[in-house]
Structures are given as C-alpha cells and as structure tokens.
C-alpha cells in the first residue's frame, strides 16, 4: 500500500508567500492546492503556486554540476572537483586584483532561499569583498533610499495598506491582481481590493487600464512618466490647508517643504499629465474628506526616470494627512523574526558609501553596489570572479548584449541555481542546488513585506535529488576552504538546516523548534501601528523635505511624449522564474506587445501582426495585442523573457538615477514598426 502525507508548506515564487498544502505519495510530490486554514492567504494561491509540483519535476532543473572547459564544452562534474577549481580561481582573483575582484549577485530565488542567503553574504562580507549586487537595485532602489531619508531606516521601505480600515487607498503604478505585490506581499489580492471597494474608495493611477484598474472605484490614466505631477500638485494644496504648527510637532522641513511644492499648481498637473483638472480635484477632494489615505506603488513607478521623487511625494502627502504609521492609512511590518520594533537602528542620512571604482557617481547602499555597475565593473578588470545565486543576468540587467558580453569576459562565472536559464548557458561552472521542496526554508526578510507580522516554517517535502546540494553547503565550503569559517567550527558534512536557520529566529517569539512542532502560519502580537513614531524616527519627527530630494524634484525632466515603454508583470511568471518551465502554457507564457488602438492604426498595425520595438540601445519583435485600455504612447512589454528582451532597449549609461543607480525601464522613448515574420 502506498503513503501518503501532506506537508505544509509556503509559496516561494513570490513575497506573498501563499500558504500551500503538498501531497506527497511514495517519496514523490504528486498535487498541490491552497491551505485553506492559512491564516493570511486563506486557501488562496496563484497559476505560480500552483506550479509548483510540475515545476519541481520539470525537465529544466539541474540535476547535476557542469564545468565549461577551455574548448567550450561542458562536462559533468562533482562538487568536490568543482569546489577545488573553483577554490583554486578565486585564490587567483584576489591574489592579483585583491578581495573586490569576487562579486557576488542575489536574485529573487536566492533571496527566497533563507540558509543559502545568509550564508553567501556572510562569505562575501567575510572575504573583504564590497562587490556584493541584488535585484534590489534592478527595480527598486528609490524606496529603501527614500525610507531612509525620510525616516532614516531604509528597512522601512515595504510600506503596507491597513486594509480592513482604510477609506481611501491609491495605487499607483501597481497591479496587485496580476502581481500580487512588489515590495508589499498582496496574498489573495481579490479579497483585498474588494476590501477596500466595499469599505471605502479605491483609486487607481496607471496609464493603462489594468486588471486591478478594472476592479477600482476610479481610475485615472496619466501619461506615463507624469506622476510627480500631479502628486507634487496635491501635496501643495493639501500642506496650504494643513495646520502648519501642528505638522511641525510631527515633521521637519515643513517650510522648506512648501517651497519646493510651490511651482506645482494643480494646472500645470493637469497639463502635464493630460489629466482633467476635474478628476485631480476630485482626488484631492476624496483626501480631504476622508482625512487619511493610504498609498503604495509599482514598478511602474519604481522603474521610472522620476522614481525617487515620486516615492518621495508619496510619504510627503501621507505624512501631510498624518497616514503613515497611523489606522486606516499606511503601516509598516516590523518581521516576525527581525522585530524592528524592539531592535532599532541608529537613524541614516541617506548619504551611503563609496560606490563602485568604475562608477565614482553612484553610491553603494545597504552593504550593495547598484547592479547597473556590474558591466562597467567587468569591462574596467575590477571584478573577475562572480557568484549568480538564483538570478537570471541575461534577461534582468540592462543593455543585454553589453552583459552578455561582460560576462563572457569573466574568468569565473559561477551560477548557483534550481533550473536551466540564459546565465547558466553562459557560466563556467553551474551548481544544481536543492529546490525549494527539498530543503527547509523560513522568510527572512521578506517577513516585512507580509499584510500581517507573522512567518512560517517550510520544511524539506521531497529528498533532495543525489545531483543537487544545499545551496548554503556551497559557501560553507568555499568559507572553509578561503576562510572565514561560516559555521563556527561546526563540520559541514555535520551541518544541519536547522543549524542554519535556527540562528535568525533569536530575535521573534518562538524557536525553530516550536515552528517546526508547529506548522503552519504563526501571526504575532506585536504591534502593527505606531512603532516607527514611537521608537524608530530621528527625533522623533519625519523629514520632509531631505536636499537631495528637493533638488531633485526641481530638476526632473519633461518626459518624451511618443511612444514609451511600460513594464508590467504576467500571473504565470515571476520575472523570469518559469519563464522557460513546461509547466507553463506556452502560448499564454509568451508576452505580447501592448498597444493603444490608435497608435497602432497610425503605423499600419492590427492585432497579431509582429511588429518591431527600437531604442537607443537595441531592438526587439514580438507580436502586438490591441489594448483600448492602454493610454496613448504606452507600449506595454512584460519583463523577464528572453525571446522577447525588454532589456535589450535599456542602457547601463542614459537615464540611470544618480542617487540610486536605477535605469530607466519605464517611460523610455521607443519606436514601433513592422517586423519579419
């Protein structure tokens, strides 16, 4: 008679973390389904959750470790003859051109990974090296930076809706029903927004009317790259009509404040964003009345020229309305297992650390190097050996054939990944690591971006495929083999996970062992509102009105008024995790190029037609979809694919954010024409 268990597990595909049941038969994973008694996403789980049996058996993991030899070809090889060439390159790397020469890159699969992730920063910080690089800076610097110039802690950047008391919510640039959100988890997104359509008004600003736009109470679509406009002109009216003494108790730089927000009149928002002047009163109207507002963005925020200053006008309107940190506007999650609550830091200014030697301009921030150095790091001879842990470099780096490139120029290039992908076609050496179901997990970090402060344990489902080693083992033994030692002493053929995750609990209110006695969510009773005010802010007052931000503001550029590029996300895919799986339905997989009826009809284009898409620094074809919910000049491409690149129309050189290294991805001036079939 077979066996048969369920395990209770987490999604690891995104930060929403959904709550899934396995059912495991004879060893073997065999169905997957929501856990119903999870307390935060209640049953609910995305096409990506659901993957996750068939993904884990799909043909493109990696069952064993290959070796590129000087002839091109790839052997298998095993992880101790792997371990000594690869030992034997970095001792080469650092000798010649010292500890920096070794980088390593985090993507989101490595940062979903908590024991793999600890340890390999650990190991880099260990060695001397600062070449360490994240996708944090791929999508989403301008949040941390503005948390911490504001409020002077940049974990303060994953900023949460109280659902269950807003009345008012604006999301701007965000698609939570697709996404499930970007640095704020949206687990069962349906439930929310109806939440918040039911118990308030729910105001959607993007420039195309999107699956979460569909289901608002409003929906305003300005010309893209416009947003500072119109929140700029907001945040003016709302502080001429705020009781001034009383913001001064709360926030410095009121009257500094003032100023900068003087030239933008609620006219020149309208004409900016080809807004009706109407509608933006009537926002500012629903504000007022309402009292506090609760407002988070997207990527399509996040990835534009005028990201931080946005970000920033975000804060300044929430902190205006006295929202932020307050019930029924905005709240922020101290984790479960960081509790910043009771473990605060000393407040930053927001200046950050010498940045990159090839890149003098931009600033390394939280202990990182902005990833859109990592070409020009190459291309100098600064870095030479490089660790990809969970991150695909071909389809997420800007400039495509320039990283290409640059990778090629390694003289080592080592991927630590679960599946086959661009970069791994590109590595000297690829470790196949264990997949998310053959190891254990807790979500570190990633805690803070949940709608409740809680975590949970995932334990191991499957055995681990005799091929595959814990990723967490590949930085234990090269700390043992270069030093430093990462496990105290501890044998790593000794080593548990257990002994590795044990260690991040020490902050929250249960062990591990309770976690693993216990399955399933936990949720603290720490409290949500109020924290940030009470122990977290420098001088207890929010700064409003930070220099740089300011002078930033008054030097944003009018954005290009043809067709642009927009970036958005598909249900099925996470930038490219399941991208190139079976799992997925292909023809639905494949992302189309989004257009307004009219300017297609202006170039000759009709649905399902290849068209062309060109800028400055590449081109790429796919085929057009018609979209009358798309504002005029919005060419929509989802990112994360390879056969249809939007990093090949971004550049490592124009458009980058000198304060936090972002490229511009959204609002880049494109064109559209016909392709070859």
Known sequence: MSERTVHQVYCRFCVAHCGLLIDVEDGEAVSVRGDVHHPISEGYTCAKGRSTVKAHYDPARLNHHTRRLPDGTVEKVSWGRMLEDIVSRVREAT???????????????????????????????????????SVATVDAPSKPLVAELVAGNPGLFSVGIDIERSKLTILVGSNPLVSHGHTSAWPNPRKHLRTL??????????????????????????????????LAAIARDLLASADLDELKLRATGVDALAQALEPFSMERAAEGTGLALEDLNELLTAIRTNGRVAIQSGTGVSMSAAATVTEWLI?????????????????????????????????????????????????????????????????????????????????????????????????????????ENETTRLATHVVACAAPLERADLPFITDTYFSAVATQYAGPVVARAPGRIPSWRVFADLGA?????????????????????????????????????????????????????????????????????????????????GLVLVPRRQLRQLNSQLVESGTADRRRAVPTIIMNPVDAAERGQAAGDRVSVSGSTGMLSGVLEIDPGAARGVVSIAHGHGNVNVNVLTSTVTGVDELTGMIMASGLPVEVGSAEP
């Open 95 to 133: 000798r010649a051109h010292g500890p920096d020469a070794v980088g390593l890159f985090i993507g989101t699969g490595g940062s979903h990974d908590a024991a793999g992730r600890r340890l390999a920063v650990k190991w880099l910080r260990g060695t001397g090296s600062r070449s360490q690089y």
């Open 197 to 230: 359509t039911t118990n308030g008004q729910l105001w959607v600003v993007d420039p195309r009317r999107t699956e979460t736009a569909a289901v608002a109470s409003r929906h305003l679509a300005p010309r893209v790259g416009t947003d500072h406009l119109w």
């Open 315 to 419: 804060w300044v309107i929430q902190i205006v309305t006295d929202s932020m940190d307050r019930e029924g506007g905005s709240w922020f999650n101290p984790g479960f297992l960081r509790r910043a609550d009771v473990n605060p830091i000393a407040p930053r200014d927001g200046q950050g650390d010498p940045g990159p030697p090839s890149r003098p301009e931009l600033r390394a921030r939280l202990g990182e190097f902005p990833a859109v150095a990592l070409v020009d790091e190459i291309r100098s001879g600064n870095l030479k050996a490089l660790f990809v842990f969970g991150a695909n470099l071909v389809t997420s780096m800007p400039d495509t054939a320039a990283t290409i490139e640059a990778l090629g120029e390694l003289d080592l290039l080592v991927a630590l990944d679960v599946a």
């Open 481 to 561: 083999a270069l030093g430093p030692d990462l496990l105290g002493g501890l044998d790593p053929d000794l080593a548990t996970e257990a002994d590795l995750l044990g260690p991040l609990t020490a902050r929250s209110d249960v062990s591990l062992d309770e976690l693993v006695e216990h399955p399933g969510a936990h949720i603290s009773d720490a409290a949500r509102i109020g924290w940030v005010r009470e122990t977290a802010l420098p001088g207890g007052r929010w700064r409003l009105a930070p220099a740089v931000l300011v002078e930033q503001l008054r030097s944003v550029e009018d954005p290009h008024h």
